[in-house]
Structures are given as structure tokens and as C-alpha cells.
């Protein structure tokens, strides 16, 4: 951390990007900096949470998020519990009110909170006195995923501010597109939504977002292509006639690619679908830095555990 720079993060919770200042941004990026050097060290273990508790509260499924926030939480020195859906009462019909006060009955500091309905992070903070940090909640915001996009797109283009980011594919289910695009208008990036017109509503556009239905168009001079995932668990009706044309018109080929930048980076917030929404070689490729991402989200959410948890006093406003 600079320390010239005065960190400003004044949220008792991170329930979205929507919410967030520029300047707190900019300081859980800047704070992901110290935490990211803790995990280049032999022994990646720093005292400064130590006796504070954290529950990993995921009722969907995650490899990435559940992963990191444990690393991040360890690397902290805090104590992490991960709730087992499947193994705990509310598959006996406990509700997810009961099951918060319960688990904060036994005194813990933090939830983190992965939910298929958008907004439960934001009711779970409306009655418990535990930080919440959202982890994916529905189809509206991912925030520390875009955190660790946007510190991974600093990284290897030094800047945000006039970056063209073109976000492609299942647009209307995508947490990850939606937190993506407030985050990136925030720093000043010009953003590029294209996908099906059935996946891509043009209210988006009422929120900075340049809507682009055609995929090669829309990669013309781009810095940053962003693939997503085609949500078929949330997809609830035949949003295009079949997956081989799905791939036809939205997969990034290495042919379709070349529309971009020379030295344009592909991103992938996982779980990829190989050769429907990304070629597989493509996915491996130097141009790709998907497991960058995967890196970057430890820091990022050390840094995010850090500033909620780090027993600063701050004005909180939610
Ligand atoms: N990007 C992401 O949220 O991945 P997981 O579902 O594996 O956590």
C-alpha cells in the first residue's frame, strides 16, 4: 500500500459494485497489491485476522469463489467454516433467517454469501450484525469477481480508463457481466455488451453499455475480451434454437479473435464451456489470462476480508 494514499472504504458490507465509491474501488485494488505479495512469500500466513471467524455460506455450487475466500481468509490468519448445503438443516426445511441467526449465535465476524436469489445477501445483511460480502447472488452482482477482473486488466494494460471491454454471451443471467459493467464505467473503460438480442435486453444500455448483437463487430479494436458462461441453470426458456448455432455466431475462435487488438487478452470468469463459448486452444493461449484471474481472486478478496474485518473504525452506511 502507498502510504501517501489514504485508504477510503467506509461499507460495513460488500453486497454489490452498484454501491461503491470510485475511490473505494481503487482502494480495495490498491490493498490487493500488499495482499498479493503475501502469497508470493514461502510462508503465505499473516497475523492480522487472527480470532476473528468467517463462514462461507454457499447454497450454489463454486470451485473459484469458495476456494479463494478460504485461501484469503487462511492467509489472514482468520478461521474459516465452510457451511455444506446438502449437509446442514436446511435440507430439513430450516429457513435461510434461522440458519444466519444460528450460525451467528455462535459469535462469528463474517458470512460470505453465495445465493441463487438476487438480493439474499442484501436481506441476510438487512437483520444480522456479521460483515456480508456477496459472493454471487442470482443474475445481479458478483462483485469481488469484477474486483479481481479489474485488477487482473490493470495488470497487464496498466490502465482501465479508455479501455474498449467487449463482454460476450449469456448477458441477461450474468452477475458477473452486470458488476463488471458498473465496476468498468466507474474507471472510466468503454464497455461492449454483445450476445444474443434474447440474452442481451437493451436496458443495459441505460447503464453505460454499447449493445452489439454481432460478434465480430463488436471485437473490432477491442483491449479486452470477456467470454462468459451460457447459465443454463437459470435459463428458463429456449433463448437460441440450439447450442451448434449458439457457438456459430458467439464462440471466440482464433479467427474472430484477430478483429481485436494485436495485444488484446481473453478472460473467462470459470467455469468455461470448451469449444461453446471459447475455443479450447484459445483458452489456453498466451493471449489468455483466465488463471490469472484465478490467482488475482485471492488477493482480491484478502483485501476485501482485510478492510471489512481489519478492526479500523468507519462510518458504515449500510
Ligand atoms: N467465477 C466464479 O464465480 O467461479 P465459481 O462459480 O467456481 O466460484
Redesign the pocket.
Known sequence: MNPETPLTFRHYHLLGIEDLETSEILTILETADSMAEISRRDIKKVPTLRGKTVVNLFF???????SSFELAAKRLSADIINFSLSASSVVKGETLKDTVRNLEAMAIDALVV?HSSSGAPHYIASFCRSHVIN??DGTHE?PT?ALLDAYTIKQYKKRIKGLKVVIVGDILHSR?ARSNLFLLRKLGAEVVLCGPPTLLPLEFSKLGAKIEFNLDKALVGADVVMMLRLQRERQKANYFPSIREYRQLYCLTQERFKLAKKDAIIMH???INRGIEIDSALADSVQSVILRQVENGVAIRMAVLYLLLGGKERESSD
Do not use: F, N, Y
Not at 450454489?60 to 469458495?66: A, K
Open positions: 450454489e455450487p463454486s470451485t473459484r469463489t469458495r453465495r459472493a454471487g458478483h469477481q458477473v470468469p470459470g467455469p
